[in-house]
């Protein structure tokens, strides 16, 4: 979550209460998260010096928050790292903030995304060749029948991604 509220503070400095809609707005999409949840990241971020209160406005005195340097290079480290985690969200919260680096970096991103996204196809389609095999006894073929039907989402699901990156990789 810091490295969205990181690049969330990138596109502009923001209170609480703005992170909070921006991510109702647009991060949501990928990455839900609590008020205390951000709150919570917001308080690490400051006390690792990568945000830092810019302003504080209005008699309850909104503090509203700004990337540092040392925030700047933390979130292109994570955005050029090789993504780790759930696939989705991983590939997503990159994307989301792609714009933010230089041009002449977007390239490398997208590769590692298309990478990731298709080692995720190839294990499913490795498992669905495993279970393809299977003897499934006949009181269980129901369950194996939805069972299957799970597997055939996420490998429609990471084909439509691999599918989806690997276009906006052509791009550049």
Same mark, same amino acid.
């Given at each position: 979550?810091?490295?969205?509220?990181?690049?969330?503070?990138?596109? !502009?400095?923001?209170?609480?209460?703005?992170?909070? &809609?921006? /991510?109702?707005?647009?991060?949501?999409?990928?990455?839900?998260?609590?008020?205390?949840?951000? &709150?919570?990241?917001?308080?690490?971020?400051?006390?690792?010096?990568?945000?830092?209160?810019?302003?504080?406005?209005?008699?309850?005195?909104? &503090?509203?928050?700004?990337?540092?340097?040392?925030?700047?290079?933390?979130?292109?480290?994570?955005?050029?790292?090789?993504?780790?985690?759930?696939?989705?969200?991983?590939?997503?919260?990159?994307?989301? /903030?792609?714009?933010?680096?230089?041009?002449?970096?977007? !390239? +490398?991103?997208?590769?590692?995304?298309?990478?990731?996204?298709?080692?995720?196809?190839?294990?499913?389609?490795?498992?669905?060749?495993?279970? +393809?095999?299977?003897?499934?006894?006949?009181?269980? #073929?129901?369950?194996? !029948?939805?069972?299957?039907?799970?597997?055939?989402?996420?490998?429609?699901?990471?084909?439509?991604?691999?599918? /989806? /990156? #690997?276009?906006?990789?052509?791009?550049?």
């Amino acid at each position: 979550m810091a490295y969205v509220i990181l690049g969330l503070l990138l596109i !502009r400095p923001q209170s609480l209460y703005d992170l909070v &809609k921006s /991510f109702e707005a647009g991060v949501s999409l990928f990455y839900s998260a609590s008020t205390g949840s951000i &709150k919570r990241a917001l308080d690490g971020l400051l006390d690792r010096d990568r945000i830092e209160v810019a302003s504080t406005e209005g008699g309850r005195g909104r &503090k509203v928050y700004r990337v540092t340097d040392a925030g700047r290079d933390e979130l292109e480290a994570w955005l050029t790292a090789e993504p780790t985690g759930d696939v989705e969200t991983a590939a997503l919260s990159r994307l989301y /903030f792609l714009g933010l680096l230089p041009a002449e970096r977007r !390239r +490398a991103v997208l590769e590692r995304l298309v990478d990731r996204v298709e080692a995720g196809l190839a294990d499913l389609e490795r498992l669905g060749e495993q279970v +393809a095999d299977l003897d499934v006894p006949a009181d269980q #073929r129901d369950l194996a !029948r939805y069972q299957l039907a799970t597997l055939e989402y996420g490998l429609g699901s990471y084909r439509y991604a691999s599918s /989806f /990156f #690997r276009g906006l990789l052509d791009e550049h």
